[in-house]
């Protein structure tokens, strides 16, 4: 059984920066993923960003060049820094770990962007 948990979030004025953070814990061999989605309201969960275990990262266009993603391989943590940060960025961010043909989830963690 793998166990995510997610640090971080919070309120912030447009332009401003965040730090979120997620630690899995369990059963992980190497060869994982692990990554950001969001949700705001009324919208679709989507992919942020995510990063491979071999050190491969993606990025959806609407965060390129503001957030970056790194992950320590030995602790199984990822983090997602968050830079200029605009108001439709507001939304639930979830943590995500795919392994072994399954997606793990964290509980979720709110990032509020005030205009």
């Known amino acids: 059984q793998v166990q995510v948990v997610e640090s971080g979030g919070g309120l912030v004025q447009a332009g401003g920066s965040l730090r979120l953070s997620c630690a899995a814990s369990?059963?992980?061999?190497?060869?994982?993923?692990m990554g950001w989605y969001r949700q705001a309201p009324g919208k679709q969960r989507e992919l942020a960003a995510r990063?491979?275990?071999?050190?491969?990262?993606y990025y959806a266009d609407s965060v390129r060049g503001r957030f970056t993603i790194s992950r320590d391989n030995a602790k199984n943590t990822v983090s997602l820094e968050m830079n200029r940060l605009k108001p439709e960025d507001t939304a639930v961010y979830y943590c995500?770990?795919?392994?072994?043909?399954?997606?793990?989830w964290g509980q979720g963690t709110q990032v509020t962007v005030s205009s």
């Open positions: 995500n770990v795919q392994w072994n043909g399954a997606d793990y």
């Open positions: 369990g059963t992980i061999f190497r060869d994982n993923t």
């Open positions: 990063a491979s275990s071999y050190g491969g990262t």
